[in-house]
């Protein structure tokens, strides 16, 4: 499993808004469960990492 991320000025917090508005919309509109669809269909794994939702550190 790969896990991605995005990453940007910590004091950017209208990237980080247009970022957390863009995903909603993606959630929303369906366009993640295609995606999730064709690629389980397809033999590839969902698996959530366990700090999915929670807020980033470093």
Known sequence: MEYYGFIF???DTQL????NNSLDKLIDNGTVDAILKYYCDNGY??????Y??????L
């Open 9 to 11: 000025n910590k004091a």
């Open 45 to 50: 794994r969902t698996d959530s990492p366990s």
């Open 52 to 57: 999915y939702g929670q807020e980033p550190t």
């Open 16 to 19: 980080l808004q247009m970022i």
